[in-house]
T-cell receptor, first 115, second 112 residues
C-alpha cells in the first residue's frame, strides 16, 4: 500500500532563511506527487505537483520541489521564507486504482516563522 | 479561492444525530472527493464520485454515505454520530479522476 512520510512534525525558521521540508513516499508505480499548504482555519491550497518530466518543479509563492526517484523523495524548498509562510504543509501521493486517483497524505509539517 | 464551496462551515450536534454536509464542485469538474481530517488520523480519503457514480471508497464508515447529484453537487451524510466523528471534512473536485484535486474550505463538525 502507498504511504507518505513527513519526518518533521514541526519546523521553526527565521524570516529570510531558507527552508526544506522533507517528504518520502512508498508507492509501487510512478507516483503523482503534490504539496498542499493549509493556513490556520483554512482549506488546502495546492502549491505544486509532479506528474512527469522535469524533476524540479516550480510552484506558487516561490516554492519548488525536487523529485528524486532513487531516494523516493519529493522535498519542498524555498530560498527565503516570509512570515506569511507560517502554516501546515502536506505532501501527498496520488494512488491510481480503477479509474480513481485517491490522495494519500503525510501527517503534515507545521512551519513556524520567527520575525 | 479554489472555486469549491462547502456548507455549512461549522456544525455542532449531539451524539446519535445525523447531519448532511454539502459540496459544490468547481465549474466543469465532474469528480468529487471527500476527505476527513482529524488530529489522530490526519487527512484520510473517504469516497469519490465521478459524474454521479461512485468510483472509489477509502476509510469510510458504514454509518457514512454520500451521493453526487445530476447537477454534480455532492452530499456526505453522517449518521449515528459519535464523539470521534468530530473532525474537519473536506470536499475536493477535479475535472476528471486523474486530474489535480482542488479543495474546498471544509466543514468543521463538532459532536458533543
Amino acid at each position: 500500500a502507498q504511504s507518505v512520510t513527513q519526518p518533521d512534525i514541526h519546523i521553526t525558521v527565521s524570516e529570510g532563511a531558507s527552508l526544506e521540508l522533507r517528504c518520502n513516499y512508498s508507492y509501487g508505480a510512478t507516483p503523482y506527487l503534490f504539496w498542499y499548504v493549509q493556513s490556520p482555519g483554512q482549506g488546502l491550497q495546492l502549491l505544486l505537483k509532479y506528474f512527469s518530466g522535469d524533476t524540479l518543479v516550480q510552484g506558487i509563492k516561490g516554492f519548488e520541489a525536487e523529485f528524486k526517484r532513487s531516494q523516493s523523495s519529493f522535498n519542498l524548498r524555498k530560498p527565503s521564507v516570509h512570515w506569511s509562510d507560517a502554516a501546515e504543509y502536506f505532501c501527498a501521493v496520488a494512488y491510481s486504482g480503477a479509474g480513481s486517483y485517491q490522495l494519500t497524505f503525510g501527517k503534515g509539517t507545521k512551519l513556524s516563522v520567527i520575525p | 479561492d479554489s472555486g469549491v464551496t462547502q456548507t455549512p462551515k461549522h456544525l455542532i450536534t449531539a451524539t446519535g444525530q445525523r447531519v448532511t454536509l454539502r459540496c459544490s464542485p468547481r465549474s466543469g469538474d465532474l469528480s468529487v472527493y471527500w476527505y476527513q481530517q482529524s488530529l489522530d488520523q490526519g487527512l484520510q480519503f473517504l469516497i469519490q464520485y465521478y459524474n454521479g457514480e461512485e468510483r472509489a471508497k477509502g476509510n469510510i464508515l458504514e454509518r457514512f454515505s454520500a451521493q453526487q447529484f445530476p447537477d454534480l453537487h455532492s452530499e456526505l451524510n453522517l449518521s449515528s454520530l459519535e464523539l470521534g466523528d468530530s473532525a474537519l471534512y473536506f470536499c475536493a473536485s477535479s475535472l476528471a479522476p486523474q486530474e489535480t484535486q482542488y479543495f474546498g474550505p471544509g466543514t468543521r463538525l463538532l459532536v458533543l
